[in-house]
């Protein structure tokens, strides 16, 4: 019984990543594009995901820096903080934890930088707020989230990139932007540097 249900997840997730494939190919690679602009024009990502989305932006935010799958020079990305010393901060000052990612966005974020947000509600106020001082700043979306996008498909503006996967199981939906930010990562390392064979 135990082994069937364990199964039944492989299946689920394999099932999912298949049918979202051709979906979400376009937005996918128009994320790439964003990135691309923002690196090469000198521009920085700031990356942030509410709860266990985090260390989604964590680990992007690494690849970014240290390289994915091939020695490159460094791009500049910061994952935002959503715990620790500047929660602590925050409550000691009666900030709302929710602009916990806004206040850092403002603090950080400049004209052709690009903020990168993960949410598989799409509903989370502390990501909606980071979005809303990103558009402050002129700075580029790009939004990983599922279902149909919730409210944040109704903050993103055109020159931004809305990713939603097709589901709303969170564990899927996470599943599915964990492939994602590997094709974000070797998108921009294939449009840069040549595509090389992988091994």
């Not at 069937?4 to 190919?25: G, M, N, P, V, W």
């Not at 910061?78 to 709302?96: P, Y």
């Amino acid at each position: 019984m135990l082994e069937q249900r364990i199964q039944q997840h492989f299946i689920e997730s394999a099932d999912l990543k298949y049918q979202s494939a051709q979906t979400l190919a376009r937005p996918i690679a128009d994320a790439v594009q964003a990135l691309l602009a923002c690196i090469t024009s000198g521009g920085k990502v700031l990356a942030c995901g509410s709860g266990a989305s985090a260390p989604h932006a964590q680990q992007f935010a690494a690849y970014c820096v240290t390289g994915f799958e091939r020695e490159r020079p460094e791009f500049a990305a910061i994952a935002l903080c959503a715990d620790g010393a500047l929660l602590t901060a925050a409550v000691a000052s009666s900030d709302k934890p929710p602009q916990l990612f806004a206040r850092q966005v403002r603090a950080l974020g400049q004209a052709g930088d690009l903020l990168l947000v993960l949410s598989t509600t799409a509903t989370d106020s502390s990501v909606l707020a980071a979005v809303h001082a990103a558009h402050e700043r002129d700075m580029t979306v790009v939004a990983l989230t599922g279902g149909t996008g919730g409210e944040l498909a109704g903050v993103v503006r055109e020159t931004d990139v809305l990713i939603c996967v097709p589901h709303d199981r969170a564990a899927r939906v996470r599943e599915v932007h964990t492939l994602v930010l590997n094709c974000l990562c070797d998108g921009m390392d294939a449009q840069l540097f040549g595509e090389q064979e992988i091994s």
